[in-house]
């Protein structure tokens, strides 16, 4: 019995180890593919220390959003190959409760500013599939930011 716990346990780590090297993969794969989309699109971006790369059009002069804040924004949003899962969609939300890469983004504007996030796959969807974007999909975003609730 204590040899079969003992190869489980091994099991379990070569296992784990595994995973770990395929989502260091992704996100090389993710960065690589976003830095070329960003070049050939001549997109002035930047990038956060989570990999997701923003750029701020308008910065916005009204209230600031924070974690905890509701927000209202119009987007448009595409999987980078071009095809295109929202077209100026209006969205009131905790910021909270939506993907990683707005919870960081939409910090680096204010009530009245527009962004492009440019989203690694773990800041997005992941390894799942949502509707109409496949999993691991590299995700654009042109966010207006038109109401912010702290």
């Given at each position: 019995m204590r040899n079969c716990n003992i190869l489980l346990s091994l099991l379990l780590i070569v296992f784990s180890s595994c995973q770990k090297t395929t989502a260091n993969e992704q996100?090389?794969?993710d960065d690589a593919t976003?830095?070329?989309?960003?070049a050939s699109s001549h997109i002035?971006?930047?990038k956060d220390p989570s990999g997701l790369y923003y750029s701020?059009?308008?910065?916005g002069t009204g209230a600031a959003p924070g974690p905890s804040s509701t927000i209202t924004a119009t987007y448009?949003?595409?999987?980078?190959n071009g095809n295109y899962f929202a077209t100026n969609v209006t969205i009131t939300s905790q910021l909270s409760s939506l993907i990683?890469?707005?919870q960081i983004g939409l910090l680096h504007i204010k009530t009245g500013?527009?962004?492009i996030l440019l989203v690694p796959s773990a800041l997005g969807?992941?390894?799942a599939s949502q509707n109409e974007i496949p999993a691991n999909s590299l995700l654009v975003y042109n966010i207006v930011l038109k109401g912010v609730t702290n």
């Open positions: 996100a090389g794969t976003l830095k070329a989309y960003i002035n971006a930047v701020v059009i308008n910065p448009t949003g595409f999987v980078i990683r890469a707005w500013g527009t962004i969807y992941g390894s």
